[in-house]
């Protein structure tokens, strides 16, 4: 039913309007309304998405709903194969090395934009972000989980068994459940620990029970930026922040679905310092 409804909107939203209100335009029945508002939580990770602009939310709506690949083995053998690829280019990588100030040259500061405002001392650095809570659970292969993903619309949580999708993410018969579920501000861990658990109680009868390993823990502003109404991607922190530094975080001044936002912003700041006279650009990745 969503589905059909999410066609019938039309192709483009306002940046001015809130999605809540912009919506209630064009849906009559308010219940409806605030179901497709949750649904945009796995697309902004944000606790209302239905506060932010209109544009905003609305274009990821449409883009998160396509297609989903899983790359076998989850993020890790990924970045292993980016890493490899940028050697053989001839990047020169070093990791686990702490960056406490912004080097000489054309840098690339690869990071979060807490941590950039750090670096530079620039109070503007700052926008809008989310509170998300997160969940790994690893079960026997006596749990009774007979479901892919659930999504609870009303409380912002989506759970999904992700060792159905690649096998390899398990043990043999065990199942990886991983839960993202949004914090409101100033809402206390416990109490989104209590949502989570009365979502798998109704869905996983005696999960507990079959718990092998679990962590849990929270990200602040680090699930992409959001836009409120009247603000857009152009409105962000500019990628160019002096002749010899860019920032290239996903609340960077370029546009783009999640992660992407951060790829285009370094595209863009490479461009730049390519053009320049000075030279090639040097990249300097910086972990907060």
């Given amino acids: 039913m969503l589905g059909e409804v999410i066609a019938a909107l039309p192709a483009t939203a306002p940046v001015d309007a809130s999605y809540r209100a912009w919506l209630s335009r064009h849906i009559d029945d308010p219940q409806l309304v605030e179901a497709l508002i949750g649904l945009t939580f796995i697309v902004t990770y944000d606790h209302d998405p239905g506060r932010l602009s209109a544009a905003f939310v609305h274009d990821r709506l449409r883009r998160g709903g396509r297609h989903v690949r899983y790359v076998e083995g989850g993020w890790a053998p990924m970045i292993d194969t980016l890493a490899a690829r940028a050697i053989d280019l001839g990047v020169e990588l070093r990791r686990g090395a702490r960056v406490r100030s912004v080097p000489d040259g054309p840098t690339i500061l690869a990071t979060t934009l807490s941590t950039a405002r750090r670096l530079m001392g620039d109070p503007d650095l700052d926008w809008p ?56 501000p100033g809402e206390p861990f416990t109490a ?46 500019a990628v160019l922040r002096t002749r010899s530094v860019a920032l290239a975080t996903d609340h960077s001044a370029a546009p783009g679905l999640l992660t992407e936002v951060a790829h285009n912003a370094a595209r863009s700041a490479i461009a730049t310092f390519s053009d320049a006279p000075t030279g090639s650009a040097s990249q300097a990745s910086v972990h907060g």
């Fill in 129 to 184: 972000g989310t509170r998300v809570a997160l969940f790994d659970l690893g079960l026997r292969p006596a749990a009774s989980v007979g479901w892919f993903r659930v999504f609870d619309l009303d409380q912002r949580i989506y759970a999904a068994r992700y060792s159905e999708a690649d096998p390899t993410l398990a043990p043999e018969g065990h199942h990886l459940i991983q839960i993202a579920a949004a914090l409101a």
């Fill in 192 to 237: 989104v620990l209590a949502r989570v658990h009365e979502l798998l109680d109704s869905t996983a009868h005696g999960w507990a029970d079959d718990v092998d390993w679990k962590r849990a823990y929270e990200l602040s502003n680090e699930t992409g930026a959001v836009d409120l109404p009247g603000t857009g991607w152009p409105d962000r922190p």
